[in-house]
């Protein structure tokens, strides 16, 4: 499944759930768990320069002495790679990472797996690490437990809301906001429903106002002679889930368009 | 602490369970309660209401002509959980059941499927089968 958040986007195990969200595009720290006890933690922080070795000294320092507290017992090792740092450590929990700076973004990251000494945390880092990108480009990735959008850049994550079926992620731009809500159980919400009285009874637009489109509803209005409101909804199938994207904008580059839709749009699934 | 873990903290009424406990538990239907299903694939379930009690309570039930039974209607989630709530399939194999039928995530499943299992446990609707240690 894929997680693209504040710029940067990697792959991870369908039955991992984001744990931890904090911070923005500067700074910030993000882990996804697992059921189990393999976790995998993810901090940036934008720097000019690249990640110097202190800062990992300090950071196993500090999990030595809560390790030692913990169990009494930690080693660690670093190495030097070309782009960064590698480093292993064990203790209390076990964990491999990797601090690394990426140029495109001008952020340093650190990407650590961890768990217990017996889970395949080696493994784990390099499957994450490999499906790791960070850019900085027009355009952004946003995904979590399944919504999957593909918006202009410039966004700010202002409230999210990640529920058993319902994921909700309000984002917001100088004179824009993106509300999107992912909803699963589809099938069973339009046999109850139907999708229009649905999106209608969700959104509190008038059903008159839905109209077909491309890929499912569209709905326009002007509350104000300045500012549009624009609504989509689509029905992904394969997923079984029902999207739902509202852009409340006064520029026109925050009109909605289906190719913000991961599950409609031509977008490289891996891109 | 992942989602599911909050909700799999299931009243204990005296028995505390850790979460590999609860996904190895097998819940079961109660025997008395039974079901009647509709046209379009819920369920409606009929449990017979305690009216017997000696003390106020029980006075007063009989006095106001409570029904002698509660209904509770599920739709075809609940009915899919309530249908495998039968003393075999542990929590974890019910969870694997919806994720495959519904597509869901398992966070999502399992704290959907522990909230539904709370429910219809504090509602005596269920037993929860617990091995022992």
Not at chain 1, 36 to 57: D, V, Y
Not at chain 1, 156 to 181: H, N, P, Q, S, Y
Not at chain 2, 105 to 111: G, I, L, P, S, Y
Request: net charge positive; proline share 4%.
């Amino acid at each position: 499944m894929r997680f693209a958040w504040q710029g940067f986007q990697l792959t991870h195990p369908d039955d991992w759930a984001p744990a931890a969200l904090t911070g923005d595009r500067r700074e910030g720290y993000v882990r996804l768990a697992s059921a189990g006890s393999e976790s995998i933690q993810i901090r940036w922080q934008t720097a000019k320069n690249a990640p110097s070795r202190k800062a990992l000294s300090v950071y196993l320092q500090k999990l030595a002495q809560d390790s030692r507290k913990a169990v009494g017992d930690f080693t660690s090792e670093v190495e030097e790679l070309p782009t960064g740092y590698s480093y292993r450590y064990g203790g209390a929990i076990a964990g491999r990472g990797l601090l690394f700076r990426n140029e495109a973004c001008g952020r340093n990251f650190f990407i650590e797996a961890l768990g217990k000494k017996s889970d395949r945390l080696s493994m784990r880092l390099k499957e994450t690490v490999e499906s790791f990108t960070s850019s900085d480009s027009d355009q952004e990735r946003w995904a979590i437990l399944g919504l999957d959008l593909l918006l202009p850049a410039g966004l700010e994550v202002r409230r999210r809301e990640l529920l058993a079926g319902r994921t909700v992620l309000m984002l917001d731009a100088k004179g824009c906001r993106i509300t999107a809500e992912r909803w699963g159980l589809a099938d069973l919400l339009i046999a109850k429903h139907g999708l229009i009285p649905w999106a209608s009874g969700l959104l509190r637009i008038p059903a008159t106002r839905f109209q077909e489109a491309e890929h499912g509803l569209l709905a326009q209005s002007k509350p104000l002679p300045w500012l549009h409101d624009h609504t989509l909804v689509t029905l992904d199938q394969a997923n079984n889930q029902l999207i739902v994207v509202r852009s409340r904008f006064r520029s026109g580059k925050w009109k909605p368009t289906w190719d913000w839709i991961a599950s409609c749009s031509s977008y490289p699934a891996e891109g | 602490m992942g989602l599911d873990r909050v909700v799999f903290k299931l009243p204990s009424r005296g028995l505390k369970l850790d979460h590999d406990q609860l996904k190895r538990a097998k819940p079961e239907r109660n025997p008395i309660v039974e079901s009647e299903p509709l046209a379009d694939g819920s369920i409606v379930l009929t449990a017979p209401l305690e009216l017997t009690g000696k003390k106020s309570l029980g006075m007063m039930a009989r006095w106001m002509k409570l029904p002698a039974v509660k209904k509770f209607e599920l739709d075809p989630f609940g009915t899919m959980v309530w249908e495998l709530c039968d003393g075999k399939h542990t929590v974890e194999s019910i969870s694997k059941a919806l994720r495959d039928r519904y597509k869901m995530n398992r966070a999502e499943a399992d704290v959907a499927l522990g909230a539904f299992l709370q429910t219809l446990s504090q509602r005596r609707l269920i037993t929860l089968m617990v091995a022992k240690k």
